[in-house]
Structures are given as structure tokens and as C-alpha cells.
């Protein structure tokens, strides 16, 4: 029976595409009907809503003023009581209302809101616009976090300011830690402080799926309640997205329906457990999953960091749905930091600018390389190409980059490869030796390797020594991977008298690293 090669195992299943792959992007191409009506609605609605909305307005920034008179513009010590926090919760109340009815939205609540000393922390979801700020004025002004910048907004500031939001400075290298410690103090507070509303997501969607929630809201472990968060109107004017229609356009198209039906639901509070208490992102995950089972969506790793890299990738001329990996999951997973990953991208943009879709085909992958197609580079290509549609996309080009090259890009990799080359020992590479061996194994007789080697050849001297080979591979570890997949090949063809010279080849590399043992180190990568 002849000798089977021992392929890598299967996939990781926990690392294969999510179900929704951009939560960040919505297509809101109004057809002709619908922008005749937005047309013919919007002459009469608009200005008669904007008149009201500037009344509601005039009428609430004296109250807010009031309410906040001789406060701290800096974040309070102490909580609102007395008159003003009378009149914060029925006045300022009443009317975000009227404001957010003059803007023609309709209400619908469902379940029922707990009180400060049952559940400390409101936790909403999914978070897809600006008007979300309506759970605030239903759940009755709960505190909020907010960037400290915001308090100096013109008007809408002062309504803040009675929120008594917990503060986020960017500037503050503290501020994560101030901020938790601040959400901890309020929760723990026994009722004195108002709930504290955060939207765990940390950012806007598409309502597709729930991503991942921070853990900012679970760190005090104490009981949250969820608040699901509905928008169920045939046309979506709401939905503000990093890829979609900007603010002013979806507040006129808000402005231009005779209505806009808004639901928040109000689950039992989820009472953590010891365990929950003691880890914060276990808690996270089971409030998110209890909010995804109720609103009959998935739940995916994409987080803030996905829409950075989005906005990197834009920037790198690439499609900018390329940049989004599933962060959360990649970064504890493959132990990489948000650096690392903006390093890969622009590395990833440099092979495939030229590519459409930003995903790689496996000519470019050979021109990036600088070498032929060949079936060891063949095997390579099919090892990052994780979903078998025959490019390679950013999330896969990652993956492969750390779980199977750089592992094989040990220094005991490099030294073998570079006594392959080196034919005559003496510890330097010239063209010719570099091109023969390329050339012997590549089966291509009239291959031109003289980019590849100039590149290698930092000084320009004419030959490769082993500190310049060395710092190409380590800058380029695909190479590496290469190498141990064409050495493996070697081996295979070799037991079954295939290959005259790989007994020769595989005898100095049989301590090297397999590709093999490469998959399945990274396969048998825990979640």
C-alpha cells in the first residue's frame, strides 16, 4: 500500500466566518415610489416638525439650566436630589417626549423596567442610531457614559449635564480604569445614584447580529437587566452605520414618514452567578446570549477595533469591509494586539491592491512572492485559503500569517535553508547558487530569481550571508512556510521514488517543524 500524506487536520471550526460578515454596512437605496413619497410627505412634515422640535427645545434648555445650576461641569460627586432630581425625572422627562413625538416616532414598551435596587445597570442592545437616546427618556434618565467633550456641546451639553453621565476622557490615560471604578461606585450605590444605561456594544450596527459587548457593564457583578431595542418599520431611515447613509440623511428621511415605530422591551433582570461575578466576560456573554435568543439573531466577535481597521483598510486603498476579522475573537485567540493586526493589514494591502474585492488570487500571491506557481506553493496558498473559494481574504491571510508561517520561521528553519543554498559552504549564497536550487526545485528551467535575490542582498555585494538571509526571512515568513511545505512534498515524493533527491534534502531537515504540526498546534487552539 503506498505511503499517505498526512494533511492538515480540519479547520478550527471556531475559527470559520461568522454568520453575518459586516454588521457595519447598510444599502439604503430609496426606490423612485418611495422617494416620491418621502418627497411629497416631506413638504407638509418637515417644516411643521422642525418648528415644533425648535419650541420643545426653547422650552427644555431653561429647565436644564435650571436643573444644573451651580453643579460641577466636571463629573458630580454626589447624586441629583431634592427638586432637581423631581424635576429631572417628570419635567426633563416629560419633555424628551414631546421632542422625540414632534419628530413623529411611536413608542411601544413591553415588559417591565426593574427598579435601581433590583438591577443597578441597564444593558441595550442592539445599539444602531443616534435615536436610541429614547430608551434614556422611557427608562426615565438613567445616568449614561459619555465622552467628557460631549458636556461642551452647545445645548444638548446642558441636557446631558442632567444625566450626571459617567465621563470617558481620551485624553486621560486613566480614564478605562476611572470610568469602571466610577460604574462600580454607582451600581453598588443601594439607590442613591439613578440606574446606569449603557450600550454594551460599544459602537453601531446593522441590527443583524449582537457583537461583542464590553465588559464595562458586567465588571461591578451586579444584577443587569437587559433592554432589547426594535426599530419594526418597513422602511429603515434609523439605521446609522460606518457604511450607510449619514446623519443629516436619515434624520430628513425620519422627519419625511408620517410615523416611525420604535419597541423597547424590558427583560427580568439576569442575576449573576458566582462564577459571573468573579469573571466579567463570561457575564457578558450570557446576557448577550439571552438578548439574541429574544431577538432570534446570531451573535458574532466583531467589536469597536473592526471599525478602525475598517477605516485602515479604506485608507490602504481596499475595500473597507476587508478590514473587519472578528476581532475579539482573533486577538484572544491568536494572542494579537490591535497593532499587530493594523501591521498585517498593511501588509495584506501591499499584496492585494491590485486584487478586486481586496481578496488575493493565487497569481498575485505568486508575484508577491516573487516566484512561479508550483505545487508546493499550490499547498501553501490552500492552507491560508481557509473557505476553499480560491482567494485569500484579510481574516484568512491573519490567520495563516500566525498560526502557520511564523511558527515555522524558527531559527533552525532559517539555518537549513540557508545551507540548502549555500552549495559550497562557504557561507555566503551567490546568484547562481540561490537560482539553481530555486530552479531544481520549481521544476522551471528558465526561471528568473535576480528580484527575489536582489531583495534578499541588502548591501548589494553580490552574494547572500547568512545575517542578510536571516533578517528577509524573519521580516517574511511566508518563505519559511514555504519551505517546510516544499520539503514535505519532498518527503512524500520521496518514499514513493519520486524524487531522486529528497532523501538528500529531508535528511537536513528532520528536525525541522512540519506543516503539519503547524495545523495542529493551531487547530487544538482552545476557545
Known amino acids: 500500500m503506498p505511503p499517505q500524506r498526512v494533511f492538515a487536520l480540519p479547520r478550527q471550526q471556531s ?54 445650576f451651580k453643579r460641577p461641569l466636571k463629573q458630580d460627586v454626589k447624586p441629583l436630589t431634592g427638586w432637581r432630581r423631581f424635576m429631572c425625572r417628570t419635567v426633563m422627562g416629560f419633555l424628551g417626549r414631546l421632542y422625540f413625538f414632534s419628530m413623529g416616532f411611536r413608542v411601544v414598551v413591553k415588559g417591565k423596567q426593574a427598579s435601581s435596587a433590583e438591577a443597578p445597570i441597564l444593558a441595550v442592545a442592539p445599539h444602531s442610531s443616534f435615536f436610541d437616546a429614547i430608551v434614556c427618556i422611557v427608562a426615565g434618565l438613567p445616568s449614561t457614559v459619555s465622552r467628557s467633550e460631549t458636556l461642551a456641546t452647545p445645548i444638548f451639553g446642558r441636557f446631558l449635564r442632567c444625566l450626571q453621565p459617567v465621563l470617558v476622557s481620551r485624553k486621560d490615560p486613566d480614564s478605562r480604569k476611572n470610568t469602571i471604578l466610577e460604574i462600580s461606585n454607582r451600581a453598588k450605590s443601594e439607590g442613591r445614584w ?12 446593522n441590527r443583524s447580529c449582537l457583537i461583542t459587548f464590553k465588559q464595562g457593564a458586567f465588571v461591578p457583578g451586579v444584577p443587569v437587566q437587559p433592554v432589547l431595542l426594535r426599530y419594526p418599520n418597513k422602511l429603515d431611515t434609523v439605521t446609522w452605520t460606518w457604511q450607510g447613509p449619514k446623519s443629516k440623511a436619515l434624520l430628513l428621511r425620519t422627519l419625511c414618514q408620517l410615523y416611525t415605530t420604535v419597541e423597547i422591551e ?20 450570557s446576557v448577550r446570549t439571552v438578548m439574541a435568543k429574544s431577538l432570534c439573531v446570531p451573535v458574532t466577535d466583531h467589536t469597536f477595533e473592526d471599525c478602525r481597521l475598517m477605516i485602515s483598510a479604506g485608507e490602504l486603498t481596499l475595500p473597507m469591509e476587508a478590514g473587519l476579522v472578528e476581532f475579539t475573537k482573533i486577538s484572544r485567540k491568536l494572542d494579537l494586539k490591535w497593532d499587530n493586526v493594523k501591521k498585517e493589514l498593511e501588509n495584506f494591502a501591499t499584496i492585494a491592491c491590485s486584487c478586486k474585492g481586496g481578496r488575493i488570487r493565487i497569481e498575485e500571491f505568486a508575484n508577491f512572492l516573487k516566484l512561479p506557481i508550483s505545487p508546493a506553493l ?26 502557520l508561517c511564523r511558527p515555522a520561521n524558527t531559527e533552525e528553519v532559517i539555518q537549513t535553508a540557508f545551507k540548502l543554498f549555500d552549495i559550497d559552504e562557504d557561507n555566503n549564497i551567490t546568484l547562481e547558487e540561490f537560482a539553481g536550487i530555486l530552479r531544481s526545485a520549481l521544476g522551471v528551467c528558465d526561471l528568473n530569481v535576480s528580484k527575489l535575490f536582489n531583495e534578499i542582498d541588502a548591501d548589494g555585494s553580490g552574494h547572500i550571508t547568512y545575517d542578510e538571509f536571516r533578517s528577509f526571512a524573519l521580516s517574511h515568513p511566508e518563505y519559511a512556510k514555504l519551505f517546510t511545505t516544499y520539503i514535505e ?19 537536513c531537515c ?8 503547524e495545523d495542529s498546534n493551531s487547530d487544538k487552539k482552545d476557545d
Not at 444605561?197 to 460599544?202: Q, R, S, Y
Not at 439576569?270 to 461575578?277: A, Q
Not at 492552507?383 to 480560491?390: E, K, Y
Not at 528532520?510 to 504540526?517: I, K, L, V
Open 378 to 403: 499550490q499547498e501553501l496558498f490552500s492552507l491560508f485559503d481557509r473557505d476553499g473559494d480560491g482567494t485569500i481574504d484579510f481574516r484568512e491571510y491573519v490567520i495563516g500569517v500566525t498560526v
Open 266 to 285: 424590558f427583560l427580568p433582570p439576569h442575576i449573576p452567578t458566582e462564577e459571573e461575578k468573579q469573571n466579567p466576560n463570561k457575564f457578558a456573554q
Open 489 to 507: 512534498l519532498q518527503r512524500y515524493q520521496g518514499l514513493l521514488g519520486e524524487g531522486p533527491d529528497s532523501d538528500a534534502i529531508s535528511h
Open 510 to 517: 528532520t528536525d525541522s517543524p512540519s506543516d503539519h504540526q
Open 194 to 205: 439613578p440606574q446606569v444605561l449603557i450600550f454594551p456594544e460599544g459602537t453601531c450596527t
Open 15 to 68: 475559527l470559520f466566518l461568522p454568520p453575518v460578515l459586516n454588521p457595519f454596512v447598510l444599502d439604503a437605496k430609496l426606490t423612485r415610489r418611495e422617494k416620491i413619497k418621502c418627497f411629497l410627505l416631506g413638504i407638509i412634515l418637515v417644516p411643521l416638525r422642525s418648528i415644533f422640535m425648535v419650541l420643545v427645545l426653547m422650552a427644555t434648555w431653561p429647565v436644564a439650566a435650571l436643573i444644573t
